[in-house]
T-cell receptor, first 112, second 113 residues
Framework: DQQVKQNSPSLSVQEGRISILNCDYT??????FLWYKKYPAEGPTFLIS?????DKNEDGRFTVFLNKSAKHLSLHIVPSQPGDSAVYFC???????????FGAGTRLTVKP | EAGVTQFPSHSVIEKGQTVTLRCDPI?????LYWYRRVMGKEIKFLLH????????ESGMPNNRFLAERTGGTYSTLKVQPAELEDSGVYFC???????????FGSGTRLTVV
Protein backbone atom coordinates (compact mmCIF):
# COMPACT_ATOMS: atom_id res chain seq x y z
CA ASP A 1 0.00 0.00 0.00
CA GLN A 2 1.17 3.49 -0.79
CA GLN A 3 1.77 5.33 2.45
CA VAL A 4 2.99 8.55 0.88
CA LYS A 5 0.89 10.16 -1.81
CA GLN A 6 1.51 12.99 -4.18
CA ASN A 7 -1.77 13.47 -5.96
CA SER A 8 -0.62 16.03 -8.49
CA PRO A 9 1.52 14.42 -11.17
CA SER A 10 2.47 17.77 -12.63
CA LEU A 11 2.55 21.48 -11.88
CA SER A 12 3.38 24.41 -14.11
CA VAL A 13 4.20 27.89 -12.80
CA GLN A 14 5.61 31.10 -14.16
CA GLU A 15 9.15 32.14 -13.29
CA GLY A 16 9.22 34.36 -10.21
CA ARG A 17 5.94 33.01 -8.83
CA ILE A 18 5.46 30.57 -5.98
CA SER A 19 5.45 26.81 -6.53
CA ILE A 20 3.53 24.73 -4.00
CA LEU A 21 3.96 20.97 -4.06
CA ASN A 22 1.77 18.85 -1.83
CA CYS A 23 2.15 15.50 -0.14
CA ASP A 24 -0.13 13.41 2.05
CA TYR A 25 0.77 10.44 4.19
CA THR A 26 -1.27 7.77 5.92
CA UNK A 27 1.04 6.43 8.61
CA UNK A 28 0.82 8.63 11.70
CA UNK A 29 4.02 7.02 13.00
CA UNK A 30 6.14 8.76 10.39
CA UNK A 31 8.27 11.29 12.20
CA UNK A 32 10.67 12.59 9.59
CA PHE A 33 9.87 13.95 6.16
CA LEU A 34 12.08 14.83 3.25
CA TRP A 35 11.83 16.30 -0.21
CA TYR A 36 14.00 15.10 -3.05
CA LYS A 37 14.52 16.64 -6.45
CA LYS A 38 15.22 14.59 -9.54
CA TYR A 39 16.50 15.64 -12.94
CA PRO A 40 16.22 13.30 -15.95
CA ALA A 41 18.78 10.49 -16.03
CA GLU A 42 19.95 11.34 -12.53
CA GLY A 43 19.18 9.94 -9.12
CA PRO A 44 17.08 11.93 -6.65
CA THR A 45 18.99 14.49 -4.61
CA PHE A 46 18.12 15.55 -1.11
CA LEU A 47 16.54 18.99 -0.93
CA ILE A 48 15.09 19.73 2.48
CA SER A 49 13.70 17.87 5.48
CA UNK A 50 11.53 18.42 8.52
CA UNK A 51 11.11 16.61 11.79
CA UNK A 52 7.65 15.95 13.17
CA UNK A 53 8.40 18.17 16.15
CA UNK A 54 8.43 21.17 13.82
CA ASP A 55 5.81 22.63 11.54
CA LYS A 56 8.10 24.63 9.30
CA ASN A 57 11.64 24.46 8.00
CA GLU A 58 13.17 27.01 5.68
CA ASP A 59 16.28 26.89 3.53
CA GLY A 60 16.71 29.78 1.16
CA ARG A 61 13.96 29.73 -1.44
CA PHE A 62 12.64 26.41 -0.14
CA THR A 63 10.24 26.03 2.77
CA VAL A 64 8.59 22.84 3.95
CA PHE A 65 5.41 22.98 6.01
CA LEU A 66 4.09 20.08 8.06
CA ASN A 67 0.52 19.70 9.28
CA LYS A 68 0.53 16.60 11.45
CA SER A 69 -3.17 16.64 12.22
CA ALA A 70 -3.95 16.59 8.52
CA LYS A 71 -1.03 14.28 7.71
CA HIS A 72 -0.01 16.73 5.06
CA LEU A 73 3.16 18.47 4.06
CA SER A 74 3.98 20.93 1.37
CA LEU A 75 7.04 22.37 -0.29
CA HIS A 76 7.05 26.04 -1.23
CA ILE A 77 9.54 27.43 -3.70
CA VAL A 78 9.73 31.21 -3.83
CA PRO A 79 10.61 32.64 -6.25
CA SER A 80 10.49 29.79 -8.74
CA GLN A 81 13.27 29.61 -11.32
CA PRO A 82 13.50 27.67 -14.59
CA GLY A 83 16.30 25.58 -13.06
CA ASP A 84 13.82 24.32 -10.50
CA SER A 85 12.07 22.35 -13.23
CA ALA A 86 12.39 18.72 -12.12
CA VAL A 87 10.43 15.92 -10.50
CA TYR A 88 9.97 16.41 -6.76
CA PHE A 89 9.51 13.44 -4.48
CA CYS A 90 8.13 13.53 -0.99
CA UNK A 91 9.49 10.90 1.43
CA UNK A 92 8.78 9.86 5.00
CA UNK A 93 10.46 7.67 7.55
CA UNK A 94 9.89 6.26 11.00
CA UNK A 95 12.02 6.98 14.03
CA UNK A 96 14.84 4.46 14.29
CA UNK A 97 13.82 3.02 10.97
CA UNK A 98 16.13 3.81 8.14
CA UNK A 99 13.68 2.91 5.43
CA UNK A 100 12.06 5.78 3.64
CA UNK A 101 8.81 5.62 1.74
CA PHE A 102 8.42 7.81 -1.32
CA GLY A 103 5.53 9.32 -3.18
CA ALA A 104 5.05 9.08 -6.94
CA GLY A 105 6.55 12.49 -7.57
CA THR A 106 5.29 15.78 -9.01
CA ARG A 107 6.83 17.14 -12.19
CA LEU A 108 7.37 20.87 -11.79
CA THR A 109 7.81 23.02 -14.86
CA VAL A 110 8.84 26.64 -14.35
CA LYS A 111 8.24 28.71 -17.46
CA PRO A 112 10.50 31.67 -18.23
CA GLU B 1 34.20 12.18 -2.37
CA ALA B 2 32.87 9.78 -4.98
CA GLY B 3 29.10 9.39 -5.08
CA VAL B 4 26.99 6.28 -5.32
CA THR B 5 27.83 4.44 -8.51
CA GLN B 6 25.50 2.08 -10.29
CA PHE B 7 26.31 -0.24 -13.16
CA PRO B 8 25.07 -0.68 -15.80
CA SER B 9 23.18 2.50 -16.52
CA HIS B 10 20.92 0.66 -18.96
CA SER B 11 20.14 -2.98 -19.54
CA VAL B 12 17.82 -4.57 -22.08
CA ILE B 13 17.24 -8.28 -21.64
CA GLU B 14 14.76 -10.85 -22.83
CA LYS B 15 12.14 -12.35 -20.60
CA GLY B 16 13.57 -15.34 -18.79
CA GLN B 17 17.14 -14.09 -18.77
CA THR B 18 19.17 -13.11 -15.76
CA VAL B 19 20.45 -9.65 -14.97
CA THR B 20 22.72 -8.46 -12.19
CA LEU B 21 22.80 -4.84 -11.12
CA ARG B 22 25.66 -3.47 -9.11
CA CYS B 23 25.86 -0.61 -6.64
CA ASP B 24 28.95 0.90 -5.09
CA PRO B 25 27.95 3.08 -2.15
CA ILE B 26 29.84 6.00 -0.75
CA UNK B 27 32.80 4.69 1.19
CA UNK B 28 32.03 4.41 4.87
CA UNK B 29 28.26 4.37 4.47
CA UNK B 30 26.94 1.44 6.43
CA UNK B 31 23.39 1.78 5.12
CA LEU B 32 22.64 0.73 1.57
CA TYR B 33 19.18 0.69 0.00
CA TRP B 34 17.64 -0.53 -3.19
CA TYR B 35 14.58 1.15 -4.63
CA ARG B 36 12.67 0.76 -7.87
CA ARG B 37 10.56 3.15 -9.88
CA VAL B 38 8.16 1.70 -12.40
CA MET B 39 6.54 3.76 -15.15
CA GLY B 40 6.35 7.09 -13.34
CA LYS B 41 4.99 5.63 -10.14
CA GLU B 42 6.40 6.01 -6.66
CA ILE B 43 9.98 5.14 -5.84
CA LYS B 44 9.32 1.87 -4.11
CA PHE B 45 11.51 0.48 -1.36
CA LEU B 46 13.02 -2.94 -2.02
CA LEU B 47 15.48 -3.58 0.74
CA HIS B 48 17.97 -2.16 3.19
CA UNK B 49 21.40 -3.39 4.20
CA UNK B 50 23.29 -2.38 7.27
CA UNK B 51 26.83 -3.34 6.43
CA UNK B 52 26.52 -6.88 5.04
CA UNK B 53 23.28 -7.74 6.84
CA UNK B 54 19.79 -7.39 5.42
CA UNK B 55 17.98 -5.09 7.80
CA UNK B 56 14.70 -5.08 5.93
CA GLU B 57 13.81 -6.88 2.74
CA SER B 58 10.08 -6.46 3.00
CA GLY B 59 9.90 -4.66 -0.33
CA MET B 60 11.41 -7.42 -2.43
CA PRO B 61 8.64 -8.43 -4.84
CA ASN B 62 9.33 -12.17 -4.97
CA ASN B 63 12.02 -14.80 -4.82
CA ARG B 64 13.22 -13.99 -8.33
CA PHE B 65 15.06 -11.09 -6.73
CA LEU B 66 18.25 -11.72 -4.78
CA ALA B 67 20.34 -9.01 -3.18
CA GLU B 68 23.75 -9.38 -1.63
CA ARG B 69 26.26 -7.07 -0.10
CA THR B 70 29.71 -8.51 -0.02
CA GLY B 71 31.76 -7.57 3.01
CA GLY B 72 29.57 -4.57 3.61
CA THR B 73 30.90 -2.81 0.55
CA TYR B 74 29.27 -3.02 -2.88
CA SER B 75 25.91 -4.65 -3.42
CA THR B 76 24.37 -6.63 -6.25
CA LEU B 77 20.75 -7.16 -7.13
CA LYS B 78 20.06 -10.18 -9.30
CA VAL B 79 16.82 -10.81 -11.12
CA GLN B 80 16.42 -14.40 -12.26
CA PRO B 81 14.44 -15.11 -14.35
CA ALA B 82 13.40 -11.64 -15.44
CA GLU B 83 9.75 -10.92 -16.24
CA LEU B 84 8.21 -8.07 -18.21
CA GLU B 85 6.89 -6.38 -15.06
CA ASP B 86 10.43 -6.10 -13.69
CA SER B 87 11.11 -3.26 -16.11
CA GLY B 88 11.82 0.04 -14.40
CA VAL B 89 14.59 2.14 -12.96
CA TYR B 90 16.45 0.59 -10.06
CA PHE B 91 18.02 3.08 -7.69
CA CYS B 92 20.63 2.40 -5.08
CA UNK B 93 21.21 4.80 -2.22
CA UNK B 94 23.55 4.94 0.73
CA UNK B 95 23.71 6.90 3.95
CA UNK B 96 25.63 7.08 7.17
CA UNK B 97 22.94 9.02 8.97
CA UNK B 98 19.62 8.75 7.15
CA UNK B 99 18.28 11.76 9.00
CA UNK B 100 20.42 13.82 6.69
CA UNK B 101 18.97 12.09 3.66
CA UNK B 102 20.24 9.44 1.36
CA UNK B 103 22.64 9.82 -1.55
CA PHE B 104 21.22 8.15 -4.60
CA GLY B 105 22.98 6.74 -7.60
CA SER B 106 21.84 7.61 -11.11
CA GLY B 107 19.94 4.38 -11.40
CA THR B 108 19.90 1.41 -13.75
CA ARG B 109 17.14 1.42 -16.33
CA LEU B 110 16.10 -2.18 -16.86
CA THR B 111 13.96 -3.10 -19.83
CA VAL B 112 12.68 -6.64 -20.12
CA VAL B 113 11.35 -7.49 -23.59
Amino acid sequence: DQQVKQNSPSLSVQEGRISILNCDYTNSMFDYFLWYKKYPAEGPTFLISISSIKDKNEDGRFTVFLNKSAKHLSLHIVPSQPGDSAVYFCAASLYNNNDMRFGAGTRLTVKP
Amino acid sequence: EAGVTQFPSHSVIEKGQTVTLRCDPISGHDNLYWYRRVMGKEIKFLLHFVKESKQDESGMPNNRFLAERTGGTYSTLKVQPAELEDSGVYFCASSQNPRYGYTFGSGTRLTVV
